[in-house]
Antibody
């Protein structure tokens, strides 16, 4: 059974870059059956898709975040990563990594809270 | 404001049947599959329904999904206390985006 685990700083200063990694176990990130995704949830709010990536490195992003987001994949290490630059307080959220694409996310990490504050 | 529209709240008593609606438009629900997620407070969302009306392995058959045109619904029959959670609908949008509903908080009275 696949398991996903987010890791990274819980506090980021405004204007800096948020960086998170999702470690995948129980499945190969090289699987051609799946995309690997990032989704966030602002405190007390709904879900927002950030983007996803295929093992080939092809990535797709939410148009509203596209200019600030980079998702990358490291197949030997079986993990994928998120970078969100020029963060503001509006980027404070729980960040989830998940397996899947096109709204079909069948496995999720537990989520990690990232706070943007000086 | 979410692209998909859900009622903010719903409620029912144990044993009842409850439905949660999700309204979209042609580029999303009208053209693509709908997915439903259950999120118990403090935990990650869990896939409840995929491809409009299919249940993943392990999801009780008390949960069912349907779709008609640009709207979808999640029905929960035989309501139980452990069903108290937030429920989200989601769909791919032809603008190359995943869109979610704002979520419905289900209270079991």
């Amino acid at each position: 059974q696949v398991q996903l685990q987010e890791s990274g700083p819980g506090l980021v200063k405004p204007s800096q870059t948020l960086s998170l990694t999702c470690n995948v176990s129980g499945d190969s990130i090289r699987s051609d059956n799946y995309f690997w995704s990032w989704i966030r949830q602002h405190p007390g709010k709904g879900l927002e898709w950030i983007g996803y990536i295929y093992y080939s490195g092809r990535a797709y992003y939410n148009p509203s975040l596209k200019s600030r987001v980079t998702i990358s994949i490291d197949t030997p290490e079986n993990h994928f990563s998120l970078k969100l630059n020029s963060v503001t307080a509006a980027d404070t959220a729980i960040y989830y990594c998940a397996r899947g694409e096109r709204a079909n996310f069948d496995s999720w990490g537990q989520g990690t809270l990232v706070t943007v504050s000086s | 404001q979410s692209v998909l529209t859900q009622p903010p709240s719903a409620s029912g008593t144990p044993g009842q049947r409850v439905t949660i609606s999700c309204s979209g438009s042609s580029p999303n629900i009208g053209s693509n599959y709908v997915y439903w997620y259950q999120q118990v407070p403090g935990t990650a969302p869990k896939l409840l329904i995929h491809r409009d009306n299919q249940r993943p392995s392990g999801v009780p058959d008390r949960f069912s999904g349907s779709k008609s045109g640009t709207s979808a619904s999640l029905a929960i029959s035989g309501l139980r206390s452990e069903d108290e959670a937030d429920y989200y609908c989601a769909a791919w949008d032809d603008s190359l985006n995943v869109v979610f509903g704002g979520g419905t908080k289900l209270t079991v009275l």
